[in-house]
């Protein structure tokens, strides 16, 4: 993996909430990338602008939170509740890893054919994941 990152490959990461995911997963992003030091990103990046134009970052939901009114739409108590993309760069400035925390854009893409799940959020999953395929072949 640490190769692969190395010659310029892209590693990203999805639905995990919470400090507690989010602390694990910083355990095994330092097993390969020790000095690993992920920046929040802001939707001034490029990356949200490269294809399509994302204002806003978009907590989506899995599909059983979304279908459920009543329920809290976050998962993992209250560290879970805001979404946030962060990004470690390589030496050249590139994103050798993307984070989006606190939100669960592959849900978005398996139930975008689902009637009863949120259509805006499989809408904001193409269009995050799109800009993400752009950005990463064009920078």
Same mark, same amino acid.
């Given at each position: 993996?640490?190769?692969?990152?190395?010659?310029?490959?892209?590693?990203?990461?999805?639905?995990?909430?919470?400090?507690?995911? &989010?602390?694990? %997963?910083?355990?095994?992003? +330092?097993?390969?990338?020790?000095? !690993?030091?992920?920046?929040? =990103?802001?939707?001034?990046?490029p990356?949200?602008?490269?294809?399509?134009?994302?204002?806003?970052?978009?907590?989506?939901?899995?599909?059983?939170?979304?279908?459920?009114?009543?329920?809290?739409?976050?998962?993992?108590?209250?560290?879970?509740?805001?979404?946030?993309? &962060?990004?470690? %760069?390589?030496?050249?400035? +590139?994103?050798?890893?993307?984070? !989006?925390?606190?939100?669960? =854009?592959?849900?978005?893409?398996?139930?975008?054919?689902?009637?009863?799940?949120?259509?805006?959020?499989?809408?904001?999953?193409?269009?995050f994941?799109?800009?993400?395929v752009?950005?990463?072949?064009?920078?």
């Open positions: 993996m640490r190769e692969y990152l190395a010659r310029g490959g892209l590693w990203f990461a999805d639905d995990f909430h919470g400090d507690e995911e &989010f602390d694990e %997963f910083l355990q095994q992003l +330092r097993l390969v990338m020790p000095d !690993a030091n992920p920046v929040e =990103l802001t939707t001034s990046h990356l949200f602008h490269c294809l399509y134009n994302i204002d806003k970052v978009v907590q989506v939901t899995n599909d059983a939170i979304a279908k459920c009114a009543e329920c809290d739409q976050w998962e993992n108590g209250p560290s879970g509740k805001e979404p946030k993309v &962060f990004a470690v %760069f390589d030496a050249h400035g +590139r994103i050798s890893v993307l984070m !989006a925390w606190n939100t669960d =854009l592959g849900d978005g893409l398996e139930w975008a054919d689902d009637p009863q799940y949120p259509a805006h959020y499989s809408a904001y999953s193409f269009r994941l799109s800009n993400v752009v950005y990463s072949m064009t920078h």
